[in-house]
């Protein structure tokens, strides 16, 4: 059976669109899945069985009374996403260090040509890494990636929390 990572997309940012780790482990668990586990409060769930994002999807509306969209990986496609780190050790904050998780390969012509120094990014088949030293928050590329539908369903893991998904 597969080891499957679920990356739920919103949740968990502000006072609003709230979803308990222990409610997710639940409906997890309630699904079907097993050795079902939750990392950080930022809506990682990491659990074994084959999965259905379609259904998955419909089950936390039910549940939580929201669409929340997710992203999904098996474990093995995760380690691929550590094995294809395109920036290496120019990296000197993981926290600072983004990786888009997308359901289809981006399409980012519309940033050609366009100079986000001092960060930088690049494409890796589904994933977007995203080197931002000075933060995310007034990121020209971070904002430019949100301005347009590159990525189809996307949610953004910096590099600590992906290395805790592997842990």
């Known amino acids: 059976m597969p080891r499957n990572i679920a990356l739920l997309r919103g949740i968990n940012l502000g006072a609003k669109r709230r979803v308990a780790m222990a409610d997710l482990r639940a409906l997890l668990e309630a699904l079907g ?11 990682n769930a990491i659990f074994t069985g084959r999965v259905s994002r ?24 995760l380690r691929a996403v550590v094995e294809a780190d395109p920036f290496g050790e120019a990296v000197t904050n993981p926290t600072r260090y983004f990786v888009v ?25 589904r994933e977007i890494y995203a ?25 953004v893991r910096n590099w600590a929390t992906v290395g805790k998904l592997l842990e």
């Not at 419909?58 to 969209?69: P, Q, S, V």
């Not at 289809?104 to 890796?124: I, K, N, S």
């Open 101 to 125: 998780f997308g359901d289809r390969e981006p399409d980012l012509a519309y940033l050609e040509g366009q100079d986000f120094a001092p960060d930088a990014y690049a494409v890796r088949g």
């Open 33 to 43: 899945y097993t050795d079902v586990r939750t990392v950080l409060a930022s809506g």
């Open 54 to 77: 379609a259904q998955l999807e419909a089950a936390l509306e039910e549940r939580f009374k929201m669409k929340i969209d997710v992203v999904l990986r098996t474990m093995d496609e």
């Open 131 to 155: 080197w931002c030293p000075e933060g995310m928050q007034n990121s020209r590329l971070m904002k430019a990636f949100s301005k347009a539908p590159a990525t189809g369903t996307a949610t």
